[in-house]
């Protein structure tokens, strides 16, 4: 059990760029979040996979951004044509989905800063 | 609207003395409440969860909490704290919503000095 990383750990762009990170879950873990935490704040829910399967979308989600899961392993999430108001501390975490009481372990996070 | 209020941003304390860190959520209605550390530069790590069962909830380095649902709050204790105890604590809850989607509070920075 190497836990959940993500990469990169840092990502400075310019606005207007596209940007990708990328999660990789604890092996054996079907389900995997995205939230994002700003500065001063608790970590927000994005999006959650079951396997392959996206399944629920919170309205932060913007049409500017896109996760996926192709083949229920590791996940990235693009932010295409990033605004400073996109900065902030990207979280990935993953539970194994056998129950909903699975416990959530995160990964270290990606800190996106927007120019 | 769901939501979990974390209202001390900040708790300064001695090292060895008692601490509460205090969290409040919206409504009682089948929760599950976790709580959350951060250190520095690192992911958050699960200090302890109550599912169901026995409202005292007993967790890693040497910390507990207390469910009251009457009160609908799930405050974080620990008798002794430690300097190493200094870190952003996170209240989460999930209302069974068929899966854990973790709504978090603000966080409270602990400041153990010496």
Same mark, same amino acid.
């Given at each position: 059990?190497?836990? &959940?990383?993500?990469n990169?750990?840092h990502?400075?762009?310019?606005r207007g760029q596209?940007?990708t990170?990328?999660?990789d879950?604890?092996s054996?873990h079907n389900?995997?979040?995205?939230?994002?935490?700003?500065l001063?704040?608790g970590?927000?829910? /994005?999006?959650?996979?079951q396997?392959?399967?996206?399944?629920?979308?919170s309205?932060? /989600?913007?049409?500017?951004?896109?996760?996926e899961?192709?083949?229920?392993?590791?996940?990235?999430?693009?932010?295409q044509?990033?605004?400073?108001?996109?900065s902030a501390?990207y979280?990935?975490?993953?539970?194994l989905?056998?129950a909903?009481?699975d416990t959530q372990?995160?990964?270290?996070?990606t800190r996106?800063?927007v120019? | 609207?769901?939501?979990?209020?974390?209202?001390?941003?900040? &708790?300064p304390?001695?090292?060895?003395?008692?601490v509460?860190?205090?969290?409040?959520y919206?409504s009682?209605?089948?929760v599950y409440?976790?709580?959350?550390v951060q250190?520095?530069?690192?992911?958050?790590?699960?200090l302890l969860k109550?599912?169901?069962?026995s409202t005292?909830v007993?967790?890693?380095?040497?910390?507990?909490?207390e469910f009251?649902?009457s009160?609908?709050?799930f405050?974080l204790?620990?008798?002794?704290?430690?300097?190493?105890?200094?870190?952003?604590?996170?209240?989460?809850?999930?209302?069974?919503?068929g899966?854990q989607?973790?709504?978090?509070?603000t966080g409270?920075r602990?400041? &153990?000095?010496p």
């Amino acid at each position: 059990d190497t836990g &959940v990383s993500q990469n990169p750990r840092h990502k400075i762009t310019k606005r207007g760029q596209n940007v990708t990170f990328r999660c990789d879950p604890i092996s054996e873990h079907n389900r995997l979040y995205w939230y994002r935490q700003t500065l001063g704040q608790g970590p927000e829910f /994005l999006t959650y996979f079951q396997n392959e399967a996206q399944l629920e979308k919170s309205r932060l /989600l913007s049409d500017r951004f896109s996760a996926e899961r192709p083949k229920g392993s590791f996940s990235t999430l693009e932010i295409q044509r990033t605004e400073q108001g996109d900065s902030a501390m990207y979280l990935c975490a993953s539970s194994l989905g056998l129950a909903d009481t699975d416990t959530q372990y995160f990964g270290p996070g990606t800190r996106l800063t927007v120019l | 609207a769901q939501s979990v209020t974390q209202l001390d941003s900040q &708790v300064p304390v001695f090292e060895e003395a008692p601490v509460e860190l205090r969290c409040n959520y919206s409504s009682s209605v089948s929760v599950y409440l976790f709580w959350y550390v951060q250190y520095p530069n690192q992911g958050l790590q699960l200090l302890l969860k109550y599912l169901s069962g026995s409202t005292l909830v007993k967790g890693i380095n040497g910390f507990e909490a207390e469910f009251n649902k009457s009160q609908t709050s799930f405050h974080l204790r620990k008798p002794s704290v430690h300097i190493s105890d200094t870190a952003e604590y996170f209240c989460a809850v999930s209302w069974n919503t068929g899966f854990q989607k973790l709504v978090f509070g603000t966080g409270t920075r602990l400041l &153990v000095s010496p």
